[in-house]
């Protein structure tokens, strides 16, 4: 039996059995998709990492010695620029005492409770350097800006340098499911700035960190999931019934997808799923993709019927002549996807299985589910619109006529929109990973430009021994690396240990400037520091600077706004120094930031192996399913070239690309093979029916021209709704892809069919 008779036989079958088989795939959708109230979606921005990820590994270790760095930065800026004032300083301190009873915090630095220290003859006299802000004097006032502004410790993290803007930071420990715990704690954090602007409506405040990033992830992935999915189905809905002019084919496509959409959504529930904004388009991406296996179905059979066979006759006839293409083109987008499991962020892995899972879905639906409801819905043939069935046709001679021209005219437009790769920087900033209409995004822009910056590179500065951190030569090693980073142009703000010691030293010698050094003495220096200790109030000891044993300090460096580039450049330029001045002081920076500035980088290097073998196995797929190498090897031209000529336009119109651009090619690849198969499966049958090359590219143009159009129009729609997310990966992914699509299009109508009349010359 030849495998023509057995798709017969078993589209007949469905056809019989349509009740049957829609009862059946209604039973497996309703039962699959009631998984979907198990699915999660996290707020922690830890899930774009995985556990074995050595970055995260490092921080995790920082924070077992100096205690977890989840933060909230609170700043304060008086419409009256200058924090120094007692309405300011009396909201500052009423704020401090209110974040201290925000859930899960375990400390609070802020202008107000500084722990300014001051000699009063032979005593250290350790206390805030604001108390009662409401009864300073002018006196009073002037000298805590002086001391504010001179203090290396906070100025440029706690108060802005020009005095204009104040900072609170509160760190919180955080239980082993965080979500619950960010929601709760940016809902105070909140509620108790909505008080404070209610007191003071001259002073404005704003809200950053790293745990508001959480919540802001949060809503970020909620507001795609509800709002963009949505927008999708419609536009795909509106999009078939202009492009097929069909009510009823329509409907069958969106029952479908429906089916297609809630069998997915329904196993990513059932697996333990959660979902970040990296992955939340799932949903979409799926349905966007999907689509094109029903519209070519629907298409084939409006088609017949136009041409006067019946209902199920047309149904036969298109399943015949699609099954082969939608499989190939189902296996190849699968193997597309599954690539996303070489990525190192693991929801890249998790969005590759669901769509793969759901093309999969797709297919199946579409061989049973479709033309079983295609079968049942009353479809008539529909009106031939003028000019559209010879569109395609004279566009194919204009191909024809035209194949030199339009051959070299695609190869440099190609040409020159690839020379753009080289200005592509592949880097991310996380602090823009969310657009400017998230209050987040807001705030942290207007601290970034008025206090001080939020990424951070965090060292451990290792002394050598237990005990040893007073040691002086310990100390001179590290205020020089200290001295070293306060020098570089991208550095806001250092805190490290020896600017504590300097003070104590100054302190102990009755506040004299020219003893603002480090103590020369090792006994003297941990007296002062034990001291210093015993001195300090609740919650405001240097374990967060200092590890158990005394063998190591915290040194943290704030950033100015750096590229993930940037970051990891000035990180190897300090382990140069470390190498040449402090050898064994440190080992490389750890932090969020640093955490950050390295994925795209790990997962550019992890996803180019992915995409390589997704490539090879694509290819190879195509010159064996086409039966000829010279084909195959021509078919990998328009594959290949669309996503080089994206980043190329990409390059010349952004000029960088992070985790977005690290994924694109493996998901474009998969789908922009698509219409290469179609077209390419009607033109070999045509060769192979007896035709040259030219009158085969034009049948080519007649069957399947129309089709690829519809397809890619939906597609590219579909994939260009993200880019009005809210999360930078998503939108531009969603615009990258939408580029390739397009340019995929134009190749597979204006530079394929000139290189297969040019190079596929043998007679059949």
Known sequence: ??????????????????????????L?????????????????????????????????????????????????????????TRETLAAVEALTGAAWKAPHSTRVDSLTNYTHSRANGDELIVQPLVEDAGALTDADLKRIATTALNAVEIAGRLVSRDGKVAGLVIDFVLPDNPDAAVVEITDYLNGILDEARARHPGIAYRLTGDVPLNRAFADATRDDLETLAPIVFAIIAVMAAVLLRSLLGTAAIVAALMFVINTTVGFAGWIGTVFNPANSGVPIIV?????????????????????????????????????????????????????????????????????????????????????????????????????????FDRFGRFVVARRTALLWCSAAVAVLLVTGIPRLELTDNWTRYLSERYQFRQDTDFVIENLTGIETLEYSLKSGGEGEITDPAYLRKVEAFASWFRKQPEVSHVQAFPDIMKRLNRNMHG????????????????????????????????????????????????????????????????????????????????????????????????????????????????????????????????????????????????????????????????????????????????????????????????????ALWTTTAMLALGFLVFASSGFEISWALGLLVTLTISFALLADYLLLPPLLMALDRKKR
């Open 1 to 26: 039996m030849t495998a023509r008779s057995m798709l017969e036989r078993y589209t007949g079958l469905v056809l019989r059995r349509r009740w049957w088989v829609l009862g059946i795939a209604g």
């Open 511 to 706: 506040d004299d400037p020219d003893f603002h050094r480090l103590p020369e003495d090792p006994d003297l220096s941990a007296q002062y520091l034990l001291l210093y200790e015993l001195s300090l109030p609740f919650g405001r000891d240097l374990n967060n600077r200092i590890d158990v044993g005394k063998s190591a300090t915290r040194m943290s460096v704030v950033l100015r706004s750096l590229t993930s580039r940037q970051q990891r450049d000035l990180d190897a330029r300090a382990q140069t120094w470390i190498r040449a001045n402090a050898p064994g002081l440190a080992s490389g920076a750890s932090g969020v930031s640093i955490v950050f500035a390295h994925l795209s980088q790990r997962n550019i290097e992890s996803m180019l192996t992915g995409t390589i073998v997704a490539m090879a196995l694509i290819s190879l797929i195509l010159v064996f399913v086409l039966r000829s190498v010279r084909v195959g090897l021509i078919s990998l031209v328009p594959n290949f070239v669309p996503a080089a000529m994206s980043l190329g336009l990409w390059g010349y119109l952004v000029g960088r690309v992070g985790l977005a651009g690290s994924v694109m090619t493996a998901i474009a690849f998969g789908i922009v093979v698509d219409d290469t198969i179609h077209f390419l499966t009607k033109y070999l049958k045509a060769r192979r029916d007896g035709l040259p090359s030219p009158e085969a590219v034009q049948s080519a143009f007649r069957t399947v021209g129309y």
């Open 28 to 84: 497996v959708m309703f039962a699959v998709s009631a998984g979907a109230g198990f699915i999660g979606v996290t707020n922690d921005y830890r899930s774009l990492f995985d556990e074995d990820n050595p970055q995260l590994a490092a921080l995790n270790a920082l924070e077992e010695t100096y205690g977890p760095s989840n933060r909230a930065l609170i700043a304060i800026a008086p419409r009256d620029g200058s924090v120094f």
């Open 287 to 391: 349905m966007t993709v999907a689509v094109a296996h029903s519209v070519h179905i629907v298409e084939t059979t409006l088609a017949g019927l136009s041409r006067g066979l019946d209902r199920n006759a047309a149904i036969s006839e298109s399943i015949r002549v699609n099954a082969w293409p939608v499989f190939l083109t189902s296996l190849t987008t699968v193997i597309g996807f599954l690539s996303l499991n070489a990525s190192d962020s693991p929801p890249f892995r998790i969005l590759g299985n669901l769509v793969a899972f759901g093309v999969f879905c797709a297919f199946v639906y579409s061989l049973t589910l479709l033309p079983a409801l295609l079968s049942i819905l009353p479809m008539r043939a529909r009106k031939a619109r003028s000019g559209e069935s010879g569109f």
